[in-house]
């Protein structure tokens, strides 16, 4: 869901994107649940919590996607790809 030529260091600890590759992939949800108001960044497939999105990252889009890194799976970019993969694709229709 992020390339990993949208990531950066926000010096947070999370690891951060400034976009999603594809926006229909995300789903931005209001989280009031601490802290103040939150922006949650949900899987729109599955609707899996995978992080925050906050309005202080770099250019070009100003965004800080802080993704969970338990939800990350890394992939090559021009390798085959890994069978958990597969299997969300054919349950998410992706």
Not at 53 to 65: A, K, Q, S
């Amino acid at each position: 869901m992020f390339h990993s030529s949208t990531k950066f260091d926000s010096g947070s600890g999370w690891p951060s994107f400034y976009m999603p590759i594809d926006a229909a992939a995300v789903v931005l949800r209001e989280d009031n649940t601490l802290y103040g108001k939150r922006v949650e960044v949900l899987d729109s497939s599955s609707g899996s919590h995978l992080g925050h999105v906050f309005p202080d990252g770099p250019e070009p889009t100003g965004l800080r996607y802080c993704i969970n890194s338990n939800t990350l799976l890394f992939v090559l970019q021009d390798g085959e790809l890994p069978e958990i993969v597969l299997e969300y694709q054919r349950e998410h229709g992706k």
